[in-house]
Every structure is written in C-alpha cells, then in structure tokens.
C-alpha cells in the first residue's frame, strides 16, 4: 500500500507538471517536425526537414532573407564576366567550426563534390549546368556553367559549404554524423529519431544568435506535437491540422503562423517502368477521378490552392492560361475503358505520415476517388527514412506515390528539371519533346524567351500528365508565444531568425 502510495504521488506530481506546462529552459528553442533528419551530410540530401538543420550549420555563398531576397553570405559580392562565367568575391576571416580556413578551395571542392557523378549526391541536378570552379586568388572564384544558366544564383542559396581537409581525412560518413560548418550554430549532439541539439556559433561572422540553443525533434504525429506546443516543451512545429488552428490561437502559450508555400503536393505516376501508368490516357484519367477541390476543402480545411501544373502562380514561368482538370469521373471511366482497362485495376498508393500537411488522410481521400471510378487502390503508409530511400534509389514499391516539392529558386526550372527531365534522379517521367523546351529555357538569358518555352513545356507535361496535380501547400505552423518568430514561404526554419519576446 505505502508502494502505491507513493507511486500515486509520483503520478500526480507528474499530472500537475504537465498541466503546467513545463516550458523550454530559458536560453534554448526547441523545433517539432513531422520527421528526423536523414544526413547531416549537406549534399547528401534534398528534403527540407533535413535542410533546416542543416542550414542552420552551414552557410552558402548567398542566402534568402526572410523577405526572400537574394542576399551576401559567405560571398560578399558577385558579377557576370560573360554568359558562362560568374565570379564570386569571398568574405575573408571566416572559419569553420573546428578552425579550419574558409576559403576559394572550400568552393571548389563543395560544388565539385556535388557535380560528380561518382558521389551519387542526389543534389546533383541543381548543378549539373555547371562545368567546373576555377580559383582566381584565394578569395576570389569563378563559376563556369556549360552554357548561359540563368538561375545560378537562386540555385547557389541551397548549397552548402563544407570543409574541405576535415571531410577528406574524415571522410563522407563520418561528415554525416559529425557536420562542421561556418553557420550561425554549431553541431553539439543527435540522439536518432529523438533530437539533434545546436549550440550557438558565438564567433558567427554575421552576428552571433539571440537563441543559444537550438534543439529539433521528430514528433510524427501532430496531435503530441500540438500537445507539447501547449505545454511549452517546443516551440515551433511544422503541419498543424487544420482544424486544430483555433486550438492553438485561443491558448495562452501559443499562435499560428501561416505562409503560402514554395511547395506543390502531387502523386506520382511512374512511367518509367512496366504498368498501367505507362499509359498517357491512364495517367490522364486519374487526374479526372480526383476531385481536388473537394480534398482542399474537406481535408485541408481550405488550406491550399489548386495547381494545374506544378507550378505555384508566384513562380517564373508559370502559365495563367492552363486550367486544372476538372473532376470528371465519367471521363475518368471513358479513358479507362480506352486505354483498355474498362474494369480498372490494382494499385498500392504509397504515402508518408507527419512528413506534410495531412499527407495520409490525403492519400486516403484520393484512394477513395480512385476506388469510384473502377480501379482498386489500397495505401500503404511508410516511414519517412525508408521512403526517401525508395525514392532515391527508384525501387519504390509502388509505382504511384504521394510525395511534395518544394522549389525555393522560385523558377520553374527548380522543379520542371529535376522533376520530370528525362534521366534525371527524381524524375519518373519521360516524354523527349518535353525535355527539349526544359533544356531551352535553362540555357537562354532572354527572360521573354524562358517564358515562352516554359508554357509549351507546361502545355505538353498537362496534356501527357507526369503526376496527378494537386495543389499548392499553406504551411501552417504553431510557435511559442514566448519567441519572435514567422513561417517563410521557402519552408525554412532558421534560428538566426529567432528573437525573444521579453
């Protein structure tokens, strides 16, 4: 009885702390996303849970500010020699996190990590237009595309600078595990799927952070996320539900903040191998099935915008004139039936959990759309490690997959490229009249031009439909009201960004 007793008291005392709130420690904020890191290995990657943590390590040659301008970081100035050459001019007395001198060879070698093939990084596309760096002094660069590439400088914000002697002696795996960079935050400590924990860059070279620490941990399911929001044991969180919003406005700790998004929601459908999709009448016909608006509206709460094609209206390149399908599930049959499947077929759909905005009950909804006109699809939720796997290694187990993109070069070459050209890594999609207007735009300076074959390029990719279009993401996040803090379109989380409410 004195056993339970005391038990009991402990459980009580525990009660009452949580219904406290037990707040962060003073100096520290803590971020809840839907999902672990992958790598901390910068160029090993291309998710953005992943690139908020490693953002907030690393720095690139220019960056976004908040207000999404192209900004100086570890380049101080830039100019174009001619229209394959950019030179960069770098900011001198910058070191990374364990001494080592950033410089004109650290350039180099992080670019050209990335652009060979033999390093598999998955960011390869985003600077495959570039031929190689050439050292002009020590802090001096010239970067030479294969041919005039327009949007070299929005793709520059997302690539990181890593150390060169450090990663070389080391080596990639342990850079994976043990990242040095010359960001605002230096690595202390990640315990897998549980927390990685930041300490702040004191000697940071544009100004040391107000947040000292700055902790990320993976909380899948948005209601424990929400829970802990309210409780003050994080911060901010990604994905809040939608109906979940006035929960957290009308608490005392805690607001939302909202931000259109750079990132498209779409399904996937594979074409690249052996099944039903390979069919344009077929991929055609899903897009007819799902009635989007509805999912917008019922799911999301109103918390999207219909697409399309994959591109958001706000970005370079986008097509006004080009109308989403219409939800037409007569016309969905009718094409079944052509493309020589009057009774439908099987078909797994595979889908995340927590990684976006209502992702499983989307993939849910959709397979429910699909089931009315004929076909019989079934989801599958997987853990988000291993789907990025799948994806990256294209052995997905499905060849029909929720999946989003977010593209902060805001230009459609950022997401017509690497999405759906053919060859690339990401890109399930094949259609050569396509690539040749993609492969156009990238090379032309004119920007009337770029425009003109990015709408024929749009008009074939929604007429021979690579994935089903569905619509522009509303981030909606949660934060403590303790912080000074708002969402950004690009998705980015960075504590360099973060102030005190005092």
Known sequence: MKRFLVLLGIFLLLLTFSSLGLSAPKDTVVIAQGVDATTLDPHMQQETPTYNVCENIYDALVSRNPKEEIVPNLAVSWKVLNDTTWQFKLRKGVKFHNGEEF????????????????????????????????????????IVTKKPYPVLLARLTAHMIIPPKYT?????????LHPVGTGPYKFKKWYKDEKIELVANEDYHLGAPKVKKLVFRPIPEASSRIAELLTGGVDIITNVPPDKLKEIENSKRARVSAA???????????????????????????????????????????????????????????DPSIKPYPYDPKKAKELLKEAGYPHGFKMTLLSPSGRYLMDKDVAQAIAGQLNNVGLKVNVKVLEWGVYVKQILSRKTESPMFLLGWGNTTFDADGTLF???????????????????????ARQTLDPEKRKEYYHKALRILYDDPGWIFL??????????????????????????????NR
């Open 260 to 318: 259109p998004s750079a990132r498209v929601i779409f399904i996937v459908l594979d074409m690249t191998r052996e099944s039903p999709l390979k069919s344009k009448k077929v991929r055609q016909a899903l897009n007819y099935a799902v009635d989007v608006d509805s999912i917008i509206k019922y799911v999301l709460n109103g918390n999207g915008y219909r697409v399309a094609t994959p591109l958001p209206s706000s970005f370079f390149g986008y």
């Open 168 to 176: 070389q002696e080391k080596g990639a795996d342990y850079l994976a």
């Open 103 to 142: 410089d004109a060879n650290a350039v180099k070698f992080s670019i050209e990590r990335v652009i060979n093939p033999k390093n598999h990084s998955p960011q390869i596309s985003d600077l495959s237009a570039i031929d190689h760096v050439d050292i002009v002094d020590k802090y001096t660069v010239n």
């Open 418 to 440: 690497p999405m759906f050209r053919s060859g690339e890594r990401l890109s399930f999609y094949e259609n050569h009249e396509f690539d040749k207007y993609v492969d156009l």
């Open 471 to 500: 619509y522009q993401q509303k981030d909606l996040y949660g934060a403590s009201k303790r912080i000074k803090w708002e969402a950004r379109p690009d998705e980015r989380i960075h504590g360099i960004d973060i102030d005190w």
